[in-house]
């Protein structure tokens, strides 16, 4: 943005060194630390995380390919419960950038994590957007604006691929080059086909069969089981006690309590179905209370590619597991396996419902005569999955293809099945938002 034109209301420009951009006028400048400058939301009452932007600067002579991928790769292992949304090509002060969007957990709060990257002239320029849950969709929109806005200084050639040798200065290397997509785009673009099978879905909650969920729903209501019921039911008692979530004696524990509270004030209910190669699965969430009870069975990270940290989990049975209500998006998104991939549309429009299904069941070839986007797809493992926000209109289907990325899938009239490709951030923004209108459309308190 020139300072030409007009600001949009209440926004001002800051510059700092080498750097300018827009920014709300009532965010603040913190103490930078380590960092080039922070912007951060005011402070409010009962505002226990403040967003933030953090603007970093350093001298850098490797490519954009090496930094992102670095970045990406150094974020994994330094926070907790990570989980990348996207990675995406965008565009800063006229230079080519990377947008990356991910999760993490930090002290009991779920934190949305929007990175733009860039490098020329021998620096790097990083910006990094934090946000809880309940602010995301505003600040990540503000965020835009924040990111059209930079003008940076620094000028001079952007850096071409370098070595696949470690720099061990800075930890860095060239990553490996997605050989067809490159070749589509013109310039070296980072090869994103290993990470879905590197991404997990993890919860400590530990295993009951169905039928002792179902069992247990039955007595939300209740804060134990009496004689009658213990004697009745050994196989569901011995699972709870060994579950930790009820005392021998048929007392239900604080844990329970918490999973059951869902229930006895719950807001909605999220049903979520899964296949991949003949094997179904499902994740129920019942929201409620200010937490989320998940019965979670196995998400496509253990089902596609046999990641499972803490143990298979068989046909028939669930993990049971409290979590807080904004953690919700992201936990979805992990269980069904949202991550980065080069999305890129093919002439694949359609298949017939029997061909989609077999396609899901990795019974289905290519045609002999397609184009590359569209072998690409087959090529990938399918997981398909279902997602309905119960009691409301919300429902809607996607194909996780993998490398390929993610697909809009919905039945037409005439009885086929249309597929369109469509980015992680885009699925990401569904969750985001109608998971935020079911909170908001709690029924008023009688």
Not at 266 to 271: G, H, P
């Amino acid at each position: 943005m020139s300072s030409t034109e007009a600001l949009p209301e209440g926004w001002s420009e800051r510059e700092i060194e080498s750097v300018r951009l827009i920014a709300p006028e009532a965010w603040e400048t913190l103490e930078p630390g380590d960092a080039t400058f922070v912007l951060a939301h005011p402070e409010a009452e009962g505002m226990a995380f403040r967003s933030n932007v953090v603007v970093r600067e350093s001298e850098f002579a490797g490519s954009l390919a090496a930094l992102a991928a670095y970045s990406l790769a150094s974020t994994r292992a330094v926070f907790n419960n990570c989980h990348f949304i996207s990675y995406d090509l965008a565009e800063i002060d006229g230079t080519e950038a990377r947008r990356q969007r991910f999760t993490y957990d930090a002290d009991g709060f779920n934190l949305i994590v929007e990175r733009f990257l860039v490098a020329r002239g021998g620096y790097a320029l990083e910006i990094t957007t934090t946000s809880p849950v309940h602010l995301a969709a505003k600040v990540l929109e503000g965020n835009s604006l924040i990111a059209g806005s930079i003008r940076w200084a620094r000028t001079g050639a952007v850096p071409g691929p370098g070595t696949r040798d470690v720099d061990t200065s800075t930890g860095e290397r060239e990553p490996r080059h997605d050989e067809w997509l490159s070749e589509l785009a013109g310039h070296p673009v980072e090869d994103l086909s290993k990470l879905p099978a590197s991404q997990s879905f993890d919860t400590e909650g530990p295993l009951f069969s169905d039928s002792t969920i179902a069992f247990l729903i039955t007595q939300f209501d209740r804060h134990g089981l009496g004689r009658f019921e213990l004697m009745a039911h050994p196989q569901v008692v011995e699972e709870l006690v060994a579950g930790g979530l009820m005392e021998p004696g048929g007392a239900f524990t604080p844990t329970l309590e918490l999973m059951l509270d869902a229930l006895r004030d719950r807001d909605f209910s999220v049903k979520l179905t899964g296949r991949h190669h003949g094997t179904d699965t499902r994740l129920q969430i019942h929201a409620g209370a200010g937490r989320a009870f998940v019965l979670a069975g196995a998400p496509a990270a253990e089902i596609v590619h046999g990641k499972a940290p803490r143990g298979a989990t068989p046909e028939g049975k669930v993990r049971a597991d409290v979590v807080p209500v904004e953690g919700l998006p992201a936990l979805i998104a992990a269980w069904a396996g949202l991550g980065p991939a080069w999305t890129v549309a093919g002439d694949l429009d359609t298949l017939t419902h029997a061909d989609y299904e077999r396609g899901v069941d990795g019974q289905l070839t290519a045609p002999a005569d397609c184009d590359a986007a569209t072998a690409r797809l087959f090529a990938q493992p399918w997981f398909a999955w279902n997602m309905e926000i119960e009691k409301t209109p919300f429902a809607r289907s996607w194909l996780n293809a993998g490398a390929a990325g993610h697909y809009a899938v919905g039945a037409q009239d005439d009885g086929t099945v249309a597929i369109q490709p469509v980015p992680a951030l885009q699925v990401w923004d569904v969750l985001l938002h109608e998971l935020g209108a079911a909170t908001l459309a709690r029924p008023a308190a009688k």
